[in-house]
């Protein structure tokens, strides 16, 4: 089926312990998106890629690194987790115009830092 | 920061009835969409209305704009349980990128 894959979709970690949360998306759109929702916080973005090759800070960008490896795939790492990245991710993507059709995204990952 | 702001946070109603949620930006924008997040789901895109759109119909949704208010409505009509979600109102900035920035979002519970 056509759409945002996220993997994993749980995950518990340990403070201090890293990782790197898995985005791929099959549309062949430009623009993919990193967000993190928290209870009462609505959604707030990580960083952004607008094209293969180029990422951009979001609103939350500290504690968080991206690598848009190709067309398809945007991959966020947390290099040293910390409680306070407790959260759930979701991963979007859209087409150049967002007009054609808004933000795809996918089921999210559900993070848990002990 | 959030641009969007949704009200209510919290809405109940019986199936059936209308359920109207409202959303005010601050800052001026190329376009507003309206999302619904059903519970431990990702967001699914309802509807997108442009700013030089007053009102917009998608079946039982209708999205109202006003961009000397900064505000916008969303509309579901003839509510069914299986609305039951939180909505979220999604603005661009005007000028800027195509990033989007959403609201806090509305719990909508539809009892049946």
């Known amino acids: 089926n056509a759409g945002v894959t996220q993997t994993p979709k749980f995950q518990v970690l340990k403070t201090g312990q890293s990782m790197t949360l898995q985005c791929a998306q099959d549309?062949?759109?430009?623009?993919m998106y990193w967000y993190r929702q928290d209870p009462g916080m609505g959604l707030r973005l990580i960083y952004y890629?607008?094209?293969?090759?180029?990422?951009d800070k979001g609103e939350v960008p500290n504690g968080y690194n991206v690598s848009r490896l190709n067309k398809r795939e945007f991959s966020l790492r947390l290099e040293s987790a910390a409680p306070s990245q407790t959260s759930v991710y979701f991963c979007?993507?859209?087409?150049?115009?967002?007009?054609?059709?808004?933000?795809?995204f996918g089921s999210g990952t559900r993070l848990t830092v002990v | 920061s959030q641009q969007g702001e949704e009200d209510p946070q919290a809405l109940s109603i019986q199936e059936g009835e209308n359920a109207t949620m409202n959303c005010s930006y601050k800052t001026s924008i190329n376009n507003l969409q309206w999302y619904r997040q059903n519970s431990g789901r990702g967001l699914v895109h309802l509807i997108l209305i442009r700013s030089n759109e007053r009102e917009k119909h998608s079946g039982r949704l209708r999205v109202t704009l006003d961009t000397s208010k900064k505000s916008s409505s969303l509309l579901i009509t003839a509510s069914r349980a299986a609305d039951t979600a939180s909505y979220f109102c999604?603005?661009?900035?005007?000028?800027?990128?195509?990033?989007?920035?959403f609201g806090k979002g509305t719990k909508l519970t539809v009892n049946p």
């Open positions: 890629s607008a094209s293969e090759g180029t990422t």
């Open positions: 999604a603005t661009d900035a005007q000028g800027g990128s195509e990033k989007l920035v």
């Open positions: 549309m062949n759109h430009n623009s």
């Open positions: 979007a993507s859209s087409a150049e115009d967002v007009r054609a059709g808004g933000y795809t």
